[in-house]
């Protein structure tokens, strides 16, 4: 079928016409996501965190009556809500563990590679945690945990792949989301580049690495840097480990989970810091 000049116009309007608002330069940036935190553990970690903005707190009859209300400030105990169980489980999810108590707040900002570093430069000892390619909040939230246990300094994620803050991963966490800075950045092997540049020493954990945790000299100023059970870390950032160790498990297993291994390898570094810092003092004396 010939069609005229006028007809092949029309047919090529209908085929490529924009869609609405296609100026993406012109496009309003999302807001500030709204997230919901629960249980005890993670709502009392928000309530105390100066930095949250807290939008909401609802509570059962029968949890309200666990808390100390006369420690909660006049501002928050406006913002709570007595509710029944019922109306937390359609919010959060009957599946979730949230022990009668939800708050509703605002993700938290992000922290900037410049505090982070004015931190450590405050400090003899530092520990910050780097992860690449983990995506599972759980992960995140229980490294989070060990993380502020074992004193480290913060937690680094890139923000293309990372998950983003949420309730399951706050509850991985039991609170440590707001007891740790967790940064997220645009280009991992820059910031790692940038941390190296400020005195620190990466350390990339493997399982297949020659040396054991145990028998390398880990750094005072560390970057504990782990990638997921799967792939491990990409080979850009692999590129940036000054050295790889391993953990000392049996050769019948493969890898153990990011968050356990990580909870070792912070331990391997708090124990070989306590013991330097034993050793000085007794040189000392």
């Known amino acids: 079928m010939i069609h005229t000049i006028r007809e092949i ?4 309007k209908m085929r ?19 997230i919901w ?3 005890i553990h993670p709502v009392n970690a928000a309530l105390t965190n100066p930095n949250r903005e807290i939008i909401s707190l609802m509570i059962t009859e029968n949890t309200i009556k666990k808390l100390r209300m006369d420690l909660l400030p006049d501002e928050i105990k406006n913002l709570i ?3 029944d169980k019922s109306k937390i489980d359609s919010i ?10 939800i708050v509703e707040t605002k993700a938290q900002k992000n922290p900037e ?41 913060a937690i680094i994620l890139p923000k293309n792949g990372a998950p983003l803050e949420s309730g399951t991963m706050a509850k991985a966490a039991s609170g440590a989301l707001d007891l740790i800075p967790i940064l997220r950045v645009t280009n991992l092997n820059r910031s790692i580049n940038i941390l190296q540049k400020n005195g620190f020493w990466s350390v990339g954990l493997e399982s297949k690495a020659k040396t054991e945790i145990s ?9 504990l840097i782990l990638g997921s059970e799967g792939r491990g870390i990409r080979k850009l950032v692999r590129e940036n480990c000054d050295t790889f160790v391993r953990l000392p498990v049996s050769e019948d297993l493969e890898s153990l989970n990011v968050s356990t291994a990580a909870s070792i390898a912070m331990y391997e570094w708090q124990r070989q810091i306590r013991q330097r810092k034993t050793n000085s003092t007794e040189r000392e004396q």
């Open 9 to 12: 116009g029309l047919i090529y």
């Open 16 to 34: 490529y016409k924009k869609p609405p608002n296609h100026d993406f330069r012109k496009a309003k940036k999302p807001a500030k996501e709204i």
């Open 37 to 39: 935190l629960y249980g």
């Open 81 to 83: 809500s007595i509710v």
């Open 92 to 101: 959060v999810g009957e599946d979730k563990v949230h022990q009668g108590i």
């Open 113 to 153: 590679l410049d505090d982070i570093i004015k931190i450590c430069a405050s400090k003899k000892y530092s520990n910050i945690i780097i992860l690449d390619n983990i995506t599972d909040p759980h992960n995140i939230g229980a490294i989070s945990r060990s993380a502020y246990g074992f004193e480290a300094t």
């Open 215 to 223: 028998d390398e000299k880990l750094p005072k100023k560390c970057l």
